[in-house]
């Protein structure tokens, strides 16, 4: 049975979960714009967008550890806390996604992505945007879930887990779209692995908020 009053003992790790999402969120348009400054020919900015990621996901590292290093151990929660640090894993790992794709585009200059699929990636990261969004909002419907208990609530929760789910599935298959065309249009192997790895890269963002949305999911269920 679940005691309303254990809800004040989860206010303050969820807090801290909503303040990193609220990171994870302040990501995605900047990484949106990383992206688009490295093929357009004219911006010269991309390593000021990357080291701004960089920072944020600095930033929502210190909460992750604060999370860790405050969550109650001697005392019942209302969840598995297990399950809850394995949440805040994955939510981590959608900034480590953003991270290291960006990472991936430094490493070779803007022209080894073609003209050709240019309108393609900027579709697969407009693809992956939504979960960004998505994320924080379960957070948050989350945490009201968490304090009073509230079977509305929890549907709510629940129903924003399927929006994240279909949106991965849009992004993945943009992501597969992309990889066909690279290997009908890109001749050089360096290029073609470059190419498929980065579509790979951002494709794991998506990745990422799913599988913190079924973790999410298999907490309300306990």
């Known amino acids: ?12 790790t969820f807090r801290g979960i909503q303040d990193h999402a609220e990171k994870v969120k302040e990501c995605a348009w900047i990484f949106q ?9 004219h911006c010269e900015l991309f390593e000021t967008h990357r080291n701004e990621v960089i920072r944020l996901e600095s930033e929502a590292d210190t909460i992750k550890n ?10 019942l929660m209302p969840v598995d806390k297990v399950l ?15 991270v290291g794709a960006l990472a991936w585009i430094s490493y070779r200059n803007r022209e080894f992505i073609p003209a050709d699929l240019h309108k393609d990636f900027f ?16 957070v948050a419907e989350a945490m009201k879930y968490f ?11 629940k129903e924003i887990i399927r ?19 690279a290997f009908e249009s890109v001749t050089d ?34």
Do not use: W
């Open 1 to 12: 049975m679940r005691l309303p009053f254990l809800s004040f003992i989860m206010a303050p």
């Open 33 to 41: 714009q990383a992206v688009e400054c490295h093929v357009n020919a």
């Open 66 to 75: 604060r999370i860790r290093a405050y969550l109650p151990r001697e005392i």
């Open 84 to 98: 809850l640090l394995k949440y805040v894993k994955e939510q981590d790992e959608i900034l480590d996604a953003v």
């Open 123 to 138: 579709l697969l990261v407009d693809a992956v945007m939504d979960p960004f969004e998505e994320i924080s909002r379960m």
């Open 147 to 157: 304090q009073r208990f509230s079977e509305n609530r929890r549907n709510k929760v």
């Open 163 to 181: 929006t994240i789910r279909q949106q991965e599935h849009e992004a993945d298959k943009v992501e597969e779209m992309i990889i066909q065309k």
């Open 189 to 222: 192997p360096i290029s073609l692995f470059h190419v498929i790895r980065l579509a790979e890269s951002i494709g794991a963002i998506a990745n990422h908020a799913e599988n913190a949305g079924d973790i999410m999911r298999a907490m309300l269920a306990r």
